[in-house]
């Protein structure tokens, strides 16, 4: 239920590594009988790449939800915000189609939170945790997630100096800097990547015959506020709070007093 201090060093160095939950097979069967169901049009394309995109409506399905609050999630997020306690702060799913007659290209490149170095520094980190579940196989041929390791920690110190380069928006452009090359992101399903929310990354467009579906599960340190997803920040507290009504009593810890 908790993290190594080896993939600790790796997430605090390289911005980005992939944990092992260890889900039931049949919870994420689930999960995604239920992503079989929704229509396309509850999906926003986003990108060049997407047929689907971001569903739009609130995860309130049962079957999602047993794996947000999953208590994985939250132990790793107490440790990795040094936090006593945590709670939710956005959930969200993404599909994306297969193109098996596509050429191979990156989507453009964001960072989803842009912050200063006091904020990882201080106690509890003033950040989201944030997990990509992935609820299928990601490999070569199925649109693999790309970041440049390191990029966190290069953005937090230019936002140190230029504050005013922040929106406090979702996806916003990264500072104009030299990363290092972007590498793929594989796993199988059931795993969950944990990424820094200030490390540089993309989509990619892969000729290949497979979905890639995913859910994005974000925690912040309990009664911490700092500005989070501007354009976002309606549907984000409307859906936490419908999520009053639809979690377990033993999880109503999880959100927002």
């Excluded at 140190?160 to 990264?174: A, M, Y």
Aim: with cysteine; charged share 20%.
């Amino acid at each position: 239920m908790s993290i190594h201090q080896i993939d600790i060093e790796r997430f605090h160095t390289e911005g980005l590594v992939t944990l092992s939950p260890s889900f039931p097979y049949a919870s994420l069967d689930a999960a995604n009988e239920v992503i079989d169901t929704l229509a396309d049009a509850d999906f926003i394309p986003e990108g060049r790449g997407d047929s689907f995109g971001w569903y739009t409506g609130s995860i309130l399905q049962p079957e999602l939800l047993k794996l947000v609050y999953d208590p994985f999630f939250e132990q790793v997020s107490k440790t990795i915000l040094r936090a006593e306690a945590v709670e939710l702060a956005f959930v969200s799913l993404r599909v994306t189609k297969a193109r098996p007659h596509t050429q191979m290209y990156l989507e453009p490149e964001h960072v989803d939170f842009k912050c200063g170095t006091s904020s990882v520094y201080s106690t509890p980190v003033a950040m989201p945790s944030s997990f990509f579940v992935w609820l299928t196989d990601v490999q070569a041929d199925n649109c693999p997630l790309y970041y440049r390791p390191g990029s966190h920690l290069q953005v937090m110190r230019y936002i140190d100096g230029h504050p005013e380069d922040n929106t406090n928006e979702i996806k916003q452009t990264p500072p104009d800097l030299e990363y290092a090359d972007p590498v793929p992101v594989f796993a199988e399903r059931g795993q969950a990547s944990l990424i820094s929310t200030t490390v540089v990354h993309g989509g990619s467009v892969t000729p290949g015959y497979q979905e890639r579906r995913l859910l994005v599960v974000q925690f912040k340190a309990k009664g911490i506020e700092f500005p989070l997803y501007a354009q976002l920040e309606e549907q984000r507290l409307r859906h936490l709070q419908k999520l009053k009504d639809y979690l377990p009593h033993d999880k109503l810890h999880l959100l927002p007093e």
